[in-house]
C-alpha cells in the first residue's frame, strides 16, 4: 500500500554535493525507520545513513560527517543532503522504510536513483 518516489541523483566532481529525496505515499502511526542504502557494480548494497521516528540519526563511516539525513514534510519525506562527494560514493542509492506495527512489520524499497562522482 506504500510506493516510495526517489529523486534527486545526478552526475557530479568530486568535491560537489546532491540532495536525495525519498517521498512515500502515505503516512503510519506505527513505529518507523528510514535510510539509504547504495550498490556499487559488482558490490553487495549496504547502508548509508538511518533515521527513526524520533530523528534519532546513524551513519557509516564513509558517510560521517559528509551526509546528512533528515525527515521533511511532516514526516513524509526523506532527505540525504550529500557533500563533498568522491568517486567512491559512485553507485545506486536506494531508499528503504519500515514500519514496525502491533501485529505485522512491513518492508518497502525504492526503485533506485543514480549517484556518479567523477576526479
Known amino acids: 500500500q506504500v510506493q516510495l518516489v526517489e529523486s534527486g541523483g545526478g552526475s557530479v566532481q568530486a568535491g560537489g554535493s546532491l540532495r536525495l529525496s525519498c517521498a512515500a505515499s502515505k503516512a503510519t502511526i506505527c513505529r518507523f525507520d528510514m535510510s539509504w542504502y547504495r550498490q556499487a557494480p559488482g558490490k553487495e548494497r549496504e547502508v548509508v545513513a538511518v533515521i527513526d521516528r524520533a530523528q534519532k540519526t546513524t551513519y557509516a563511516d564513509s558517510a560521517k560527517g559528509r551526509f546528512t539525513i533528515s525527515l521533511d514534510n511532516g514526516k513524509n519525506t526523506m532527505s540525504l543532503q550529500m557533500n563533498n562527494l568522491r568517486p567512491e560514493d559512485t553507485a545506486m542509492y536506494f531508499c528503504?522504510?519500515?514500519?514496525?506495527?502491533?501485529?505485522?512489520?512491513?518492508?518497502?524499497w525504492g526503485q533506485g536513483t543514480q549517484v556518479t562522482v567523477s576526479s
Open positions: 528503504r522504510y519500515r514500519r514496525y506495527c502491533t501485529f505485522d512489520t512491513y518492508n518497502h
